[in-house]
């Protein structure tokens, strides 16, 4: 680990401010992703702005019925909330699958929207990596890479987002709502926090330098049944091989998107006109441009088989 | 006290104490956080600097040029330490790679330097700061295609009996399958730890490992200091399987820090360097035949076994258990080793029988299948009584049959649909297996010093290691029986090189080995005890912390009233291993549901039935088979180091990347032991069973998972997408 210094900001203009003018400021929340990172030195930030203390922490109801969610809200927290249970089953669902549960204790919402990817080359400082230095190269591309991408990755990085909370906010058209460094705030759709990786894989996400993330909103419940099928290699404490989101309404429309096959949550909005049709010919649509690798070829008949589990389970 | 015929009746027979299930003596201090571990021994030695291990970049080549300049003027650093300033080494005789490496480079990771700070994160920023330039060469990772250039390993010729080939050819009924095993790490919770500490020329080692002896005479060799210069000591372990039975890079670079340091260095390995820079259980290729007749004898019984390792190294010995389990005349076992520049392979819990039954045991699966007989009646049917290489040759014990009828009774068995994929829950497929467990027992000589002191309190001291398998407790028992004192009279001191030369832990000889030497020390000190007082005549009777003999009833603690008695033996062993086949057997019985949809494999139940001779703590041994059934779960279904082919090295260095069961994997698990007691096997009259637990479990997997859903997966681990395509159709 280098040696940072390290500062509690006092709001989150503050932070935000701070972040961008102090080189190699980084927000700490959390720390279950960063702190790893740093004793791997694969993240060398020099400043550490502490956001855990700016009152980011409460779950509220918005005007329009919906729930917005500070951005230091514990995973634990979000998932046993009552309202969200109750309307946003998905959510909770994905939540309890994701890490243990003492990391969910300390986990925050932000911080699993920013969690990094968990490529093991990207773990690995002496492999090249364009995600942790960019223009030396992928090593999974050729290497190991049952874990990685199928869809949405480029000649550069293949890499997942390793996030299930994400997933389930995909799915819900979650809003992220932020302050940037001069003090004006923002409002991102889900669909477009995340980027997909093209040549510049070390430009993950459309936060700007010193952008504080400071809360995720979700739109008003949209009812139907809400389920999140992750499948992995062991029960419990493992990172998805692949996992879908959906809500089906009771006519059998509804909405899906798929976690541990892309550099984002997936989701294709037109494939979800297929519903009625099966999990097929949702996969066709979601799934369309996949490009696996021989290791993670499965996964493209996983997720259609899992999408078809979650859809016979909905139909109850 | 030499052991050399068979065990009449002794005090251990008694069972007031041994065979009682009995909470570790230990535990408060486990279950307290004051058991101490070498790396936390803050209080031993003052002025502990921080030693920081940087692992090579490349598997195989040199370094061409090395600047630890940024890192010697970094804040806090004491010393660098490298090749060009260790001096001399030599190598251990347990150690196939050396351990520190440079310029040339043997394997991924292999410690190229330590930097040594005032704080473990100076230490570690400072390594970041090291640039080495290396010349990497072109090295073979892949064993499938090292395979043909394998050679026969020394000392490891082919075993024949009979005519394999042609007995096998006239087989009405042919098996011929190929497996493979994954390379597997250790994974134990503890890494290795060291904190070294010299004064003049004498080097002490707070270490994690669990051959004592052997560490002692390979620092020696390593550092070329004599032996009587050395002290190691091990007394808590937190987990080793085999991976801490060596000296690794913790132990030598912490030694080598504190020479140039001039203060004492404490060194852990960092969890991403345990998986490259120290050992592995080693991936294998096992080709198993069997020729049968159509009533299911066997006739024919082949398995070869092709492994790798570093130049020098050893092969994976998976044919072992082949050469003892099945009856058929006709025999054929071989090994083939090649050369693989990936990190050096070596034990792991139950070499050889866990890859190699994981092997054998399905293949006894499919066998059975073809003959249309059920997988434990084929087994019945094969089984034997002596040595198959060697009519004549009696097992000391062999309750195989016992286990596997038993077992099935409390398992159902006979609930079982043979025909797979017959057995549906809602969208779970659900299936059982079984399978035959079976282990070897080793004995080898064991060392131990008793003391009885005034307050009649007994006090064993040996070189012995408690690697979290409950050894102090079955030590404490053994003084406990022996000396006729309640086991709060009874203190238990390890894992110290001053104390007499133990057998150590390790091939699931500890339990049986160890205690019979404190069996042997106390029998010394009993004759000590009744000569001070003054009983001549008969063998007296110790019991209740008391002495009889005559008619005269005397406190165990008057014969130290004038100072305390010291006795000192070791139990050796005659020619009984050579005359009687000595093993330990298990049943294998497994309950699994396959998604249907994803795939996914979940145990649902798990049971073996073991027969291990006399069990000494019930308690802990039920711990230790449901530890290795739990291992043996992960080997069936999860565990792999990920062999990264162009680069050389194990991809999922941590414990993320490199699955292992977690609770939720795990299921009831029941664990029944057979009564039984083995005199042949030494005067405690036990066996082995802390590898015996693994052996067989995985195996009983995956022939769950046929049963289940049809599928034969003969390349483990057995994950989902190896079954997916084969699953039914989905609406
Ligand atoms: C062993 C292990 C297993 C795991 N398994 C899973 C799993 O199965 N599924 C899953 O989804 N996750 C899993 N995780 C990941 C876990 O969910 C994340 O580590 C966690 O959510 C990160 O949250 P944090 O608050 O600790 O983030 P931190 O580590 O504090 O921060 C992460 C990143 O977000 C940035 N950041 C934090 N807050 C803000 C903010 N308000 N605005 C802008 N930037 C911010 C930080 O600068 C940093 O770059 C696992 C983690 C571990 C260690
Ligand atoms: S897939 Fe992405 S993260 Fe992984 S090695 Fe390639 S560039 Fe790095």
Same mark, same amino acid.
């Given at each position: 680990?280098?040696?940072?210094?390290?500062?509690?900001?006092?709001?989150?203009?503050?932070?935000?401010?701070?972040?961008?003018?102090?080189?190699?400021?980084?927000?700490?929340?959390?720390?279950?992703?960063?702190?790893?990172?740093?004793?791997?030195?694969?993240?060398?930030?020099?400043?550490?702005?502490?956001?855990?203390?700016?009152?980011?922490?409460?779950?509220?109801?918005?005007?329009?019925?919906?729930?917005?969610?500070?951005?230091?809200?514990?995973?634990?927290?979000?998932?046993?909330?009552?309202?969200?249970?109750?309307?946003?089953?998905?959510?909770?669902?994905?939540?309890?699958?994701?890490?243990?549960?003492?990391?969910?204790?300390?986990?925050?919402?932000?911080?699993?929207?920013?969690?990094?990817?968990?490529?093991?080359?990207?773990?690995?400082?002496?492999?090249?990596?364009?995600?942790?230095?960019?223009?030396?190269?992928?090593?999974?591309?050729?290497?190991?890479?049952?874990?990685?991408?199928?869809?949405?990755?480029?000649?550069?990085?293949?890499?997942?987002?390793?996030?299930?909370?994400?997933?389930?906010?995909?799915?819900?058209?979650?809003?992220?709502?932020?302050?940037?460094?001069?003090?004006?705030?923002?409002?991102?759709?889900?669909?477009?926090?995340?980027?997909?990786?093209?040549?510049?894989?070390?430009?993950?996400?459309?936060?700007?330098?010193?952008?504080?993330?400071?809360?995720?909103?979700?739109?008003?419940?949209?009812?139907?049944?809400?389920?999140?099928?992750?499948?992995?290699?062991?029960?419990?404490?493992?990172?998805?091989?692949?996992?879908?989101?959906?809500?089906?309404?009771?006519?059998?429309?509804?909405?899906?998107?798929?976690?541990?096959?892309?550099?984002?949550?997936?989701?294709?909005?037109?494939?979800?006109?297929?519903?009625?049709?099966?999990?097929?010919?949702?996969?066709?649509?979601?799934?369309?441009?996949?490009?696996?690798?021989?290791?993670?070829?499965?996964?493209?008949?996983?997720?259609?088989?899992?999408?078809?589990?979650?859809?016979?389970?909905?139909?109850? | 006290?030499?052991?050399?015929?068979?065990?009449? +009746?002794?005090?251990?027979?008694?069972?007031?104490?041994?065979?009682?299930?009995?909470?570790?003596?230990?535990?408060?201090?486990?279950?307290?956080?004051?058991?101490?571990?070498?790396?936390?021994?803050?209080?031993?030695?003052?002025?502990?600097?921080?030693?920081?291990?940087?692992?090579?970049?490349?598997?195989?080549?040199?370094?061409?040029?090395?600047?630890?300049?940024?890192?010697?003027?970094?804040?806090?650093?004491?010393?660098?330490?490298?090749?060009?300033?260790?001096?001399?080494?030599?190598?251990?005789?347990?150690?196939?790679?050396?351990?520190?490496?440079?310029?040339?480079?043997?394997?991924?990771?292999?410690?190229?330097?330590?930097?040594?700070?005032?704080?473990?994160?100076?230490?570690?920023?400072?390594?970041?700061?090291?640039?080495?330039?290396?010349?990497?060469?072109?090295?073979?990772?892949?064993?499938?295609?090292?395979?043909?250039?394998?050679?026969?390993?020394?000392?490891?010729?082919?075993?024949?009996?009979?005519?394999?080939?042609?007995?096998?050819?006239?087989?009405?009924?042919?098996?011929?399958?190929?497996?493979?095993?994954?390379?597997?790490?250790?994974?134990?919770?503890?890494?290795?730890?060291?904190?070294?500490?010299?004064?003049?020329?004498?080097?002490?080692?707070?270490?994690?490992?669990?051959?004592?002896?052997?560490?002692?005479?390979?620092?020696?060799?390593?550092?070329?200091?004599?032996?009587?210069?050395?002290?190691?000591?091990?007394?808590?372990?937190?987990?080793?399987?085999?991976?801490?039975?060596?000296?690794?890079?913790?132990?030598?670079?912490?030694?080598?820090? +504190?020479?140039?340091?001039?203060?004492?260095?404490?060194?852990?390995?960092?969890?991403?360097?345990?998986?490259?820079?120290?050992?592995?259980?080693?991936?294998?290729?096992?080709?198993?035949?069997?020729?049968?007749?159509?009533?299911?004898?066997?006739?024919?019984?082949?398995?070869?076994?092709?492994?790798?390792?570093?130049?020098?190294?050893?092969?994976?010995?998976?044919?072992?258990?082949?050469?003892?389990?099945?009856?058929?005349?006709?025999?054929?076992?071989?090994?083939?080793?090649?050369?693989?520049?990936?990190?050096?392979?070596?034990?792991?819990?139950?070499?050889?029988?866990?890859?190699?039954?994981?092997?054998?045991?399905?293949?006894?699966?499919?066998?059975?299948?073809?003959?249309?007989?059920?997988?434990?009646?084929?087994?019945?049917?094969?089984?034997?009584?002596?040595?198959?290489?060697?009519?004549?040759?009696?097992?000391?014990?062999?309750?195989?049959?016992?286990?596997?009828?038993?077992?099935?009774?409390?398992?159902?068995?006979?609930?079982?649909?043979?025909?797979?994929?017959?057995?549906?829950?809602?969208?779970?497929?659900?299936?059982?297996?079984?399978?035959?467990?079976?282990?070897?027992?080793?004995?080898?000589?064991?060392?131990?010093?008793?003391?009885?002191?005034?307050?009649?309190?007994?006090?064993?001291?040996?070189?012995?290691?408690?690697?979290?398998?409950?050894?102090?407790?079955?030590?404490?028992?053994?003084?406990?029986?022996?000396?006729?004192?309640?086991?709060?009279?009874?203190?238990?001191?390890?894992?110290?090189?001053?104390?007499?030369?133990?057998?150590?832990?390790?091939?699931?000889?500890?339990?049986?080995?160890?205690?019979?030497?404190?069996?042997?020390?106390?029998?010394?000190?009993?004759?000590?005890?009744?000569?001070?007082?003054?009983?001549?005549?008969?063998?007296?009777?110790?019991?209740?912390?008391?002495?009889?003999?005559?008619?005269?009833?005397?406190?165990?603690?008057?014969?130290?009233?004038?100072?305390?008695?010291?006795?000192?033996?070791?139990?050796?062993?005659?020619?009984?291993?050579?005359?009687?086949?000595?093993?330990?057997?298990?049943?294998?019985?497994?309950?699994?549901?396959?998604?249907?949809?994803?795939?996914?494999?979940?145990?649902?139940?798990?049971?073996?039935?073991?027969?291990?001779?006399?069990?000494?703590?019930?308690?802990?041994?039920?711990?230790?088979?449901?530890?290795?059934?739990?291992?043996?779960?992960?080997?069936?279904?999860?565990?792999?180091?990920?062999?990264?082919?162009?680069?050389?090295?194990?991809?999922?260095?941590?414990?993320?990347?490199?699955?292992?069961?977690?609770?939720?994997?795990?299921?009831?698990?029941?664990?029944?032991?057979?009564?039984?007691?083995?005199?042949?096997?030494?005067?405690?009259?036990?066996?082995?069973?802390?590898?015996?637990?693994?052996?067989?479990?995985?195996?009983?997997?995956?022939?769950?998972?046929?049963?289940?859903?049809?599928?034969?997966?003969?390349?483990?681990?057995?994950?989902?997408?190896?079954?997916?395509?084969?699953?039914?159709?989905?609406?």
């Amino acid at each position: 680990m280098r040696p940072f210094t390290y500062e509690r900001a006092t709001s989150p203009a503050d932070a935000s401010a701070k972040a961008a003018s102090i080189p190699g400021a980084r927000f700490i929340a959390g720390g279950t992703n960063l702190l790893d990172l740093m004793k791997l030195q694969i993240e060398t930030p020099a400043h550490l702005i502490d956001v855990n203390g700016l009152g980011l922490d409460k779950i509220e109801e918005t005007p329009d019925g919906g729930l917005r969610v500070g951005a230091l809200v514990r995973n634990t927290d979000l998932a046993a909330d009552m309202r969200v249970r109750r309307h946003y089953a998905v959510l909770s669902r994905a939540l309890v699958a994701g890490a243990s549960g003492q990391l969910r204790n300390v986990a925050t919402t932000a911080g699993n929207l920013l969690q990094r990817t968990r490529c093991p080359y990207f773990y690995d400082p002496n492999q090249p990596c364009n995600k942790r230095q960019p223009g030396s190269g992928c090593s999974a591309i050729g290497g190991v890479s049952r874990q990685l991408g199928v869809v949405g990755t480029s000649e550069a990085c293949i890499a997942t987002h390793p996030s299930d909370m994400a997933v389930a906010m995909r799915v819900l058209d979650a809003t992220v709502e932020t302050v940037r460094p001069g003090g004006a705030t923002r409002a991102i759709p889900i669909a477009e926090l995340h980027r997909l990786p093209g040549d510049t894989p070390h430009v993950e996400t459309s936060l700007e330098r010193g952008e504080l993330i400071t809360a995720v909103t979700l739109p008003k419940p949209v009812g139907g049944a809400q389920l999140y099928h992750k499948v992995r290699d062991r029960a419990s404490y493992a990172f998805a091989l692949v996992s879908v989101a959906a809500i089906v309404q009771p006519d059998g429309t509804g909405r899906v998107a798929l976690g541990g096959v892309a550099p984002k949550p997936w989701r294709v909005e037109a494939a979800e006109a297929h519903m009625k049709q099966g999990a097929k010919a949702v996969t066709a649509g979601l799934l369309a441009d996949a490009r696996p690798t021989d290791d993670n070829r499965f996964k493209v008949r996983l997720a259609e088989r899992t999408l078809a589990a979650v859809l016979a389970e909905a139909r109850g | 006290m030499k052991f050399d015929t068979p065990a009449a +009746a002794n005090p251990i027979d008694q069972l007031k104490v041994v065979g009682k299930a009995t909470d570790r003596i230990d535990g408060p201090l486990k279950t307290t956080g004051t058991a101490p571990y070498a790396y936390e021994r803050h209080d031993v030695v003052a002025n502990q600097a921080h030693g920081f291990i940087l692992g090579s970049a490349i598997a195989k080549g040199r370094i061409s040029r090395m600047d630890i300049a940024a890192a010697k003027v970094a804040p806090g650093v004491i010393a660098v330490v490298t090749a060009e300033n260790a001096g001399t080494l030599g190598k251990g005789k347990w150690n196939t790679a050396a351990l520190l490496g440079g310029p040339e480079i043997q394997h991924y990771h292999q410690a190229v330097a330590l930097v040594v700070a005032e704080t473990f994160e100076q230490a570690r920023d400072a390594a970041g700061l090291i640039k080495v330039d290396y010349q990497a060469e072109a090295g073979a990772y892949d064993l499938a295609a090292a395979r043909n250039g394998a050679t026969v390993a020394k000392g490891e010729p082919d075993s024949t009996v009979g005519d394999f080939n042609g007995a096998y050819t006239a087989a009405p009924v042919q098996l011929d399958a190929t497996y493979t095993t994954p390379d597997q790490g250790h994974a134990m919770m503890e890494p290795h730890a060291t904190i070294a500490a010299w004064n003049g020329d004498k080097l002490t080692l707070w270490t994690a490992n669990q051959m004592i002896n052997w560490g002692v005479k390979d620092v020696s060799q390593t550092l070329n200091i004599p032996e009587e210069n050395i002290r190691l000591i091990s007394p808590y372990i937190g987990g080793g399987f085999g991976g801490k039975l060596f000296v690794r890079s913790d132990a030598l670079m912490a030694a080598l820090g +504190a020479k140039v340091a001039g203060r004492p260095v404490k060194v852990a390995l960092t969890r991403p360097l345990m998986f490259n820079n120290t050992t592995h259980r080693p991936a294998t290729i096992q080709r198993i035949r069997i020729g049968a007749t159509r009533e299911g004898r066997i006739t024919a019984i082949g398995h070869e076994s092709w492994s790798g390792d570093l130049p020098g190294g050893k092969p994976e010995t998976a044919v072992q258990q082949t050469r003892l389990l099945y009856a058929g005349a006709n025999r054929l076992t071989a090994m083939r080793l090649a050369v693989l520049d990936l990190p050096e392979g070596n034990a792991m819990r139950a070499p050889g029988e866990a890859p190699g039954l994981m092997a054998l045991e399905v293949a006894m699966d499919e066998m059975a299948e073809k003959l249309g007989m059920d997988p434990i009646q084929f087994r019945i049917l094969n089984d034997t009584q002596e040595d198959p290489e060697k009519p004549g040759r009696p097992y000391s014990q062999r309750q195989l049959t016992e286990c596997l009828r038993q077992g099935a009774e409390r398992f159902g068995w006979a609930k079982r649909d043979p025909k797979p994929a017959s057995v549906r829950e809602g969208r779970w497929l659900v299936g059982m297996g079984m399978a035959a467990g079976f282990r070897n027992n080793l004995v080898t000589k064991s060392a131990a010093r008793v003391r009885l002191d005034g307050q009649g309190m007994v006090t064993v001291e040996t070189d012995m290691t408690d690697i979290g398998t409950g050894t102090y407790t079955i030590i404490a028992q053994t003084a406990a029986e022996t000396m006729g004192v309640p086991l709060d009279k009874v203190a238990v001191r390890l894992g110290d090189s001053n104390f007499p030369v133990s057998c150590g832990s390790g091939g699931q000889w500890g339990a049986n080995n160890s205690t019979a030497g404190v069996y042997a020390a106390c029998m010394k000190l009993r004759q000590s005890v009744a000569r001070k007082l003054g009983f001549n005549a008969a063998e007296p009777h110790f019991a209740d912390g008391h002495v009889s003999s005559g008619g005269h009833t005397v406190p165990l603690a008057q014969a130290a009233k004038d100072g305390d008695l010291v006795a000192e033996d070791q139990i050796e062993y005659g020619d009984l291993d050579k005359k009687y086949q000595q093993s330990t057997f298990a049943g294998h019985f497994v309950e699994v549901a396959v998604d249907s949809a994803t795939g996914e494999i979940r145990l649902r139940r798990m049971l073996a039935v073991c027969a291990a001779g006399r069990i000494l703590n019930p308690k802990s041994a039920r711990s230790q088979v449901i530890g290795a059934m739990t291992m043996g779960a992960g080997a069936a279904l999860m565990e792999e180091l990920a062999v990264d082919k162009r680069r050389g090295f194990f991809v999922n260095h941590d414990l993320a990347g490199y699955e292992v069961p977690v609770h939720a994997d795990i299921p009831h698990q029941e664990v029944v032991f057979l009564d039984e007691v083995d005199p042949i096997s030494s005067p405690m009259k036990a066996k082995g069973v802390g590898e015996l637990g693994i052996c067989g479990v995985g195996a009983a997997v995956a022939n769950a998972v046929y049963n289940a859903t049809g599928v034969r997966v003969r390349d483990y681990p057995v994950t989902l997408d190896k079954v997916l395509d084969h699953l039914p159709e989905m609406t």
